[in-house]
């Protein structure tokens, strides 16, 4: 019997056990840290032998294959020692890619890609399709491919999840947009993290779509030097396009096989210059599996938005508070800050992942008043913004940056926690400290 090994008991490591055992395979789950007490109960439900605070390496060493959590970096002791020993380790979405007959439209970038994820599954829904939501977002992929019977998943991948990933193919396969992100897991260098963006489109033959950004730089510059057999999508706010997408004058413009459908902009739900990229994006996915045009235009009128990015929590004294947690690098803050059309109260910091603040100085210089630095280490916040801004003080915690932005802000201005860094320093996730701001927020 084969024997697959799990690293990390999280949400994808606990799909990704029981879809091994319900392939049949010798299955054994190892995480360093503490399992929650859901894992532990699904994995002995599912009769799967786990360990939680240490890794045995007699039990790990003896692996067919490992399947590693996209949070472990590649260089730590264990994951070498388990190279050395020649062993493959691959990502939940590689595994469960093995077992799924749907199509899949897997979804990638720096940023925007939560937002198109979940828009082209709102679109499928409406569309009447049996389609699964899985990846970096919703329940895991494994788990639904065990579990359920889609025809069609829409799957957010990130650049971890895709370092992992070998023979799995994309039907339709979405790029964004590619900025400096997570560089501190790519040896600091860009190209690292270029070439792991751009292996969603492996293994792609001429039926299959790659949909891609015409106007980012680095995206344009890595497609001119390879060759791809898919057939070629792209979205742009700054040129006409064939065949793709395009915004010109107050009208986004779909063209797919021979057909043309149009939307106005202010009839698009998800407003600002980024969320026209994400709606281009979704529409053109959704033509290419012969959606409805009623449908797509419908679904980008109504769709609700995503948690935790530039969400609207409440309004006090005027003053409006935006949960944008999701920002969890430079570029995701630039869109924040470039939609902004009053003063603002920006609450920022975090795990700083080698970020370049140079992109946000114009924004900030002309929009930001006051600086609130949540984090552990705010040393190169201060460095950055000191002489761009009136005031700027130390927090550590959602709460005291809550009541601080309220002691600062004057009526009319907007609150902003555009945090730019990872949560790890003071939070669980972006998702835990997004709540933490919100509950704060409405403890004013």
Known sequence: MQRIVVLGGGESGVGSAILAKVKGFDVFLSDGGKLKESAKDMLNKWEIEWEEGNHSMEKILNANEVIKSPGIPEDVPLILSIKEKGIRIISEIEFAGRYCNAKKICIT?????TTTTSLIYYMLKNAG????????????????????????????????????????????AILMNITPDHLDRYEFNMQNYINSKFRI??????????????????TIGKLNKILLRAQMLPFSQETEVEEGAYAKDDQICIK???????IYLQELALQG????????????????????????????MTFQGVEHRMEKVLKIKDVLYINDSKATNVNSSWYALESMNTPVVWIAGGKDKGNDYSPLYDFVKD?????????????????????????????????DAVA????????????LLSPCCASFDLFKSYEDRGNQFKEAVRNL
Not at 143 to 160: G, I
Not at 404 to 415: I, S
């Open 109 to 113: 970038g720096s940023n925007g890609k």
């Open 129 to 172: 399709l049996n389609v699964g939501l899985a990846g970096n977002i919703g329940q895991s992929y494994a788990y639904q491919v065990a579990t359920e019977n889609y025809d069609y998943y829409v799957l957010e991948l990130s650049s971890f999840q895709l370092d992992g990933m070998y023979e799995f193919k994309a039907d339709i």
């Open 201 to 218: 489109t492996q293994n792609m033959k001429e039926e299959d779509c790659f949909i891609f950004c015409q106007d980012d730089p680095i």
């Open 256 to 262: 797919y096989n021979g057909e043309t459908d149009y």
């Open 273 to 300: 210059k980024h969320n026209i990229y994400n709606s281009m994006a979704a529409a053109i996915a959704a033509k290419a599996i012969k959606i409805d045009k009623k449908v797509i235009r419908e679904s980008l």
């Open 367 to 399: 929009k930001v008043r006051v600086l609130i630095c949540m984090g552990l280490h705010n040393e190169k916040l201060y460095e950055c913004f000191a002489d761009k801004v009136d005031i700027i003080v130390d927090v550590q915690s959602a709460k």
């Open 404 to 415: 601080k932005a309220y002691e600062f802000a004057k009526p009319g201005e907007t609150v």
